[in-house]
């Protein structure tokens, strides 16, 4: 292992370099030129080091080292290929090629395994070209459906179905079975976030995904002269949001951990400095790992607004658009990758994942559990992400020790 530093350096270097942006950052869409300048490479590497490779019907690669005694079974790892425009260099594409640099070790290191070993790349994760995110592991699990993008265009006129065959891939065949070879699968990704730095730990176990509710609220009220009107008289749906906002923060704060709240846009119409504003439209998001904790509080919430709609003489329109249930992790899975961490001495911590993942898709199908490494500063999304060499490679030794456990291992 006295080389992780060098390769883990290497790796990240060349993999975000593709689609490197000039003001800094990384911007690779799903099926653009970049897109697949990546998978063409990391089939190149997958081959060079004898694994299997195949692509699926949609893009997702695959690359495969045969096991020997249960040849029906499969550990799978591995991450999304794709990015947000003027993304940092890890996010997903980190969990490729780690995963990639895991199995050449153990290859390397103890030769075949017992269970077929497996990296996939995934197409699409994020959700950047197109409005549909999982593309890639939602085709794994037959979870896609054609109809959500058949007429899917990207901010460039660009026909989702155009850009998919231009590549080379198509829908998925509706016969197409299911695998069912799949025993684990196990996704290392940064954290997007600052527990890990803030507690000290260089390895998150992560036993559960948060569920998310992600609102649309619209307020109406009456535009006025801000002059002319009397307080007294006023329909101001500006200061009525300000009340909920308010009070449905403090009521999040008295929650306390998991529990987060979030309101992130908001879009005042007239928007001009000498007018009562009489309309407001702004978005909620909201997140915790217990689904009844979030149904509750969210209907508290829901509530809530339409009391003070009501006091404030506003109209209210509530789009709850986005309800996704929490997901835990496997059980066996996060314990195995305890048991590997301990063993390994390394510096680790049990945690949840605050963002959504490729995790929660399998985590529906198959045993599957992640490992986080820390994000400077909590930064994601963005140029500035990044994460300590060393902490890059402690996250892959724990993917070492944990793919040797259900790779190698008998059961």
Same mark, same amino acid.
């Given at each position: 292992?006295?080389?992780?530093?060098?390769?883990?350096?290497?790796?990240?270097?060349?993999?975000?370099?593709?689609?490197?942006?000039?003001?800094?950052?990384?911007?690779?869409?799903?099926?653009?030129?970049?897109?697949?300048?990546?998978?063409?490479?990391?089939?190149?590497?997958?081959?060079?080091?004898?694994?299997?490779?195949?692509?699926?019907?949609?893009?997702?690669?695959?690359?495969?080292?045969?096991?020997?005694?249960?040849?029906?079974?499969?550990?799978?790892?591995?991450?999304?290929?794709?990015?947000?425009?003027?993304?940092?260099?890890?996010?997903?594409?980190?969990?490729?090629?780690?995963?990639?640099?895991?199995?050449?070790?153990?290859?390397?290191?103890?030769?075949?395994?017992?269970?077929?070993?497996?990296?996939?790349?995934?197409?699409?994760?994020?959700?950047?070209?197109?409005?549909?995110?999982?593309?890639?592991?939602?085709?794994?699990?037959?979870?896609?459906?054609?109809?959500?993008?058949?007429?899917?265009?990207?901010?460039?006129?660009?026909?989702?179905?155009?850009?998919?065959?231009?590549?080379?891939? &198509?829908?998925?065949?509706?016969?197409?079975?299911?695998? !069912?070879?799949?025993?684990? =699968?196990? *996704? $290392?990704?940064? /954290?997007? #976030?600052?527990?890990?730095?803030?507690?000290?730990?260089?390895?998150?176990?992560?036993?559960?995904?948060?569920?998310?509710?992600?609102?649309?609220?619209?307020?109406?009220?009456?535009?006025?002269?801000?002059?002319?009107?009397?307080?007294?008289?006023?329909?101001?749906?500006?200061?009525?949001?300000?009340?909920?906002?308010?009070?449905?923060?403090?009521?999040?704060?008295?929650?306390?951990?998991?529990?987060?709240?979030?309101?992130?846009?908001?879009?005042?119409?007239?928007?001009?400095?000498?007018?009562?504003?009489?309309?407001?439209?702004?978005?909620?998001?909201?997140?915790?790992? &217990?689904?009844?904790?979030?149904?509750?509080?969210?209907? !508290?919430?829901?509530?809530? =607004?339409? *009391? $003070?709609?009501? /006091?404030? #003489?506003?109209?209210?329109?509530?789009?709850?658009?986005?309800?996704?249930?929490?997901?835990?992790?496997?059980?066996?899975?996060?314990?195995?990758?305890?048991?590997?961490?301990?063993?390994?001495?390394?510096?680790?911590?049990?945690?949840?994942?605050?963002?959504?993942?490729?995790?929660?898709?399998?985590?529906?199908?198959?045993?599957?559990?992640?490992?986080?490494?820390?994000?400077?500063?909590?930064?994601?999304?963005?140029?500035?992400?990044?994460?300590?060499?060393?902490?890059?490679?402690?996250?892959?030794?724990?993917?070492?020790?944990?793919?040797?456990?259900?790779?190698?291992?008998?059961?």
């Amino acid at each position: 292992m006295d080389n992780f530093n060098e390769l883990v350096d290497e790796h990240v270097k060349w993999i975000s370099g593709i689609g490197a942006d000039p003001t800094g950052g990384t911007t690779r869409l799903l099926y653009d030129e970049h897109w697949r300048t990546a998978q063409k490479g990391l089939k190149d590497k997958f081959e060079a080091i004898d694994l299997v490779t195949s692509f699926d019907e949609v893009g997702n690669l695959y690359g495969k080292l045969e096991g020997t005694k249960y040849p029906n079974e499969t550990i799978l790892t591995g991450s999304h290929v794709d990015t947000v425009v003027n993304g940092g260099k890890l996010d997903g594409q980190f969990g490729i090629v780690a995963s990639y640099l895991a199995v050449k070790y153990l290859k390397e290191t103890y030769g075949a395994p017992l269970r077929n070993l497996e990296v996939v790349s995934m197409a699409e994760e994020e959700g950047s070209r197109f409005p549909y995110a999982f593309w890639g592991s939602k085709n794994i699990w037959g979870l896609a459906d054609k109809n959500d993008v058949i007429e899917a265009k990207d901010t460039n006129g660009v026909k989702f179905v155009d850009a998919m065959k231009e590549s080379g891939f &198509d829908f998925k065949k509706e016969a197409t079975s299911i695998r !069912e070879d799949i025993k684990a =699968f196990v *996704e $290392i990704h940064i /954290e997007q #976030g600052s527990v890990l730095e803030k507690t000290g730990k260089q390895v998150g176990v992560v036993n559960s995904i948060v569920g998310q509710k992600r609102y649309t609220i619209v307020l109406k009220g009456e535009s006025n002269h801000a002059g002319t009107t009397p307080m007294g008289f006023r329909k101001d749906t500006v200061y009525a949001m300000s009340k909920m906002i308010s009070t449905a923060t403090d009521k999040a704060y008295t929650k306390g951990d998991p529990l987060v709240l979030t309101f992130g846009h908001i879009d005042v119409q007239p928007n001009t400095v000498n007018v009562v504003p009489g309309q407001v439209t702004f978005s909620m998001d909201c997140r915790h790992t &217990d689904k009844v904790v979030l149904q509750e509080f969210t209907a !508290e919430i829901e509530q809530l =607004f339409a *009391e $003070i709609a009501k /006091e404030h #003489g506003v109209s209210i329109e509530i789009d709850n658009w986005m309800d996704e249930l929490p997901v835990p992790m496997s059980e066996e899975i996060v314990n195995t990758l305890e048991e590997a961490c301990k063993e390994a001495d390394l510096n680790y911590t049990v945690m949840h994942s605050g963002a959504g993942h490729d995790s929660q898709i399998f985590a529906v199908h198959v045993p599957t559990a992640m490992i986080f490494v820390p994000s400077i500063g909590g930064i994601s999304h963005n140029p500035a992400e990044d994460t300590k060499l060393e902490d890059l490679v402690e996250g892959l030794k724990a993917l070492i020790a944990s793919l040797y456990k259900l790779a190698y291992e008998e059961k």
